[in-house]
């Protein structure tokens, strides 16, 4: 069968079974969109490049499938970076796909030529430049192989405007690529961690994104039990666990809760599951659980003994591992050791006014939003302290419940991987929780959202600052507050009104939590602007480069709430 390069590729992602493609077009990509012209596939016209990263991040992030994007050459494939870079810290299945100039024009700094492929090296798991219209055949299976496979990341294909519309002869049609099993790592490593597990007093779980990667939830949960062992997870592992479990100790590290970080100084055996050991989480690595030995599953053998040497290294699939481990395992009570779990969590609650008192502290708002949006409601937020609020008091109540930049840490994701998680999960309540700075980075894609109409709220938890910066001014830098406060913000409502999306104001004067639950029960997309106290800090806070055990947890400020 003859095709061109351009119809080659949209058959090949049809094949694939990618239904929905969120892009922005222009020349160098213009035969693929061409060929799009007419297909079942679906393009979201996203209205910049990396508001449409964002928006197969959250298609990914939501499904755990590999998601793919779409730019045009030059200023197209350098807005994508950030999407990608994000993607490859955070481990998130994504296959963005790039126009690139003709071949015979590589080289010469053609107009909107840009080294695609130079510049996406260090941040991708495999990049490819596609040298030849039969070279797709190959190529795009193995992209998505890649991106799913073992530790899953970000690929970028690099396709050449000549080989879009280069002509091609297709006798037969590669099968559509998909995860690959890892290696499963051996019966001894297996049976060395039961003993050890076993033997152990004081026994904590640190769970990572990777447990939720492999699908692993309930297995990391059922060890637990089987162990008795208190569970700690990273904030990409929040609703690895119910927050309502026994053993729930919520997210370690630079804001956790003192219990948390006070526990972890006492364990005797650390079990790290698809955790990396970041510096968020692990505070000064030498002062890291002083007293455990560690013990380490993970599929990406790099990680193994990057940061702490482990005992133990089991390299393999998060839920096979786990699955051979529990059959190896008898149950375990250790009655004392989860006493003491409950009551380091009892004596060291979230400090916060009451409900009645504050009901916009910003903890108040984050627990009331777990009790009105729906069990299966999809949270995203920006980044700043509302996302370290959300980590802290937002019931994630299931696994892929909360997306969120972890590794990268991007101002501007919440919107657009909201709209992605609305796209890939029909009838399910996106809820989008942002800051007044972050907001603005992807500000754009309200007009995306308005076109597609899809139940997105967007929360602006307004200070009119660049909090987390003022946060970190304020503690470390002797309050001298440089860039850190707006002189000027935005009427958000009116904002959202002008792009055609209901947009509301909190007034703290009346109930403004029951005014949210009646903005929340309306479908529709919104944009919610609240105020919120502008002093108010996110504590616990560890100092960047101190030890866990150092948490500050009052500040003198009059307005530090929390
Ligand atoms: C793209 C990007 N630029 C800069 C930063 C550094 N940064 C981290 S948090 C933050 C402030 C975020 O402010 P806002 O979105 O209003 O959230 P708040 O902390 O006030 O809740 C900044 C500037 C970042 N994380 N991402």
């Known amino acids: 069968m003859k095709t061109t390069g351009a119809k080659l590729l949209r058959t090949l992602l049809e094949r694939q079974g990618i239904h929905t493609i969120p892009g922005i077009p222009g020349g160098a990509i213009l035969p693929f969109y061409d060929a799009l012209h007419g297909s079942a596939i679906r393009h979201v016209l996203a209205r910049h490049e990396q508001g449409a990263g964002f928006i197969a991040q ?25 999407a990608i870079a994000d993607a490859r810290l955070d481990s998130v299945p994504l296959v963005a796909i790039t126009g690139q100039v003709s071949q015979c024009l590589i080289g010469t700094d053609a107009f909107q030529e840009v080294d695609t492929y130079g510049l996406t090296l260090p941040i991708t798991k495999h990049n490819f430049l596609v040298r030849s219209a039969s070279e797709l055949l190959e190529t795009v299976p193995l992209a998505f192989q890649m991106a799913e496979s073992g530790r899953p990341g970000p690929v970028v294909i690099d396709v050449p405007k000549d080989v879009q519309i280069a002509e091609v002869d297709v006798r037969e049609w590669p099968e559509p690529g998909r995860a690959t099993a890892a290696a499963p790592c051996p019966d001894s490593g297996i049976e060395e961690l039961a003993l050890r597990l076993s033997a152990a007093r004081r026994p904590v779980l640190y769970i990572g994104g990777g447990v939720i990667s ?12 089987r162990l008795s062992a208190p569970t700690v997870c990273t904030l990409m592992a929040l609703g690895a666990m119910p927050p309502s479990d026994p053993l729930y100790m919520g997210m370690l590290g630079m804001h956790a809760a003192q219990g948390t970080n006070l526990l972890l100084e006492e364990a005797d055996l650390l079990l790290a599951i698809g955790s990396r050991f970041d510096d968020r989480a692990t505070g000064r690595v030498a002062d890291f659980c002083p007293k455990a030995s560690v013990a380490h599953i993970d599929i990406d053998r790099a990680e193994i003994g990057k940061i702490r040497r482990p005992f133990l290294g089991l390299i393999g699939d998060a839920a096979d591992v786990l699955r051979r ?38 903890v108040n708002l984050c627990r009331f939003l777990g009790e009105a949006l729906p069990d299966d409601a999809i949270l995203t937020t920006d ?41 890939a999960e029909p009838g399910r309540r ?7 700075g972050s907001i603005l980075m992807n500000i754009q894609e309200l007009a995306t959202l308005a076109e597609l109409g899809l139940p997105v709220a967007v929360l602006v938890f307004n200070n009119a600052q660049l909090g987390l910066v003022r946060q970190q001014q304020e503690l470390f830098y002797r309050g001298r507050y440089e860039a850190s406060h707006f002189g000027s913000t935005p009427d958000f409502a009116a904002l959202a009104r002008s792009f055609g999306i209901r947009g509301e104001r909190l007034d703290p004067c009346g109930d403004p939590l029951a005014d949210l639950a009646a903005i929340l029960a309306s479908p529709g997309p919104c944009v919610i602007d609240i105020p919120i106290h502008e002093g108010a800090n996110v504590l616990p806070m560890v100092p960047p480069g101190a030890a866990n055990r150092n948490m500050i947890v009052e500040t003198a400020t009059a307005s530090s709430h929390a």
């Open 383 to 423: 980044v700043g302290q509302h996302q370290m609020w959300v980590a802290q008091a937002y019931p994630v109540r299931r696994p892929r419940g909360l997306l969120t930049s972890g590794g990268l840490g991007t101002m501007g994701f919440g919107l657009p991987a909201a709209i992605g998680a609305a796209l």
């Open 430 to 436: 996106v809820a989008c929780v942002s800051g007044d």
């Open 325 to 362: 481990l529990l059959d190896r395992l008898s149950a375990q009570a250790r009655p004392e050791w989860r006493a003491r779990a409950v009551e380091l969590r009892k004596a060291h609650p979230l400090r916060h006014p009451p409900r009645a008192e504050e009901p916009l502290h910003p």
């Open 214 to 225: 492999s699908g692993a939830a309930d297995l990391a949960c059922a060890l637990a039990h």
């Open 58 to 82: 959250g298609m990914a992030r939501a499904t755990g499938r590999a998601a793919v994007c779409l730019a045009t050459s030059g200023p197209g494939a350098t807005n994508l970076l950030t």
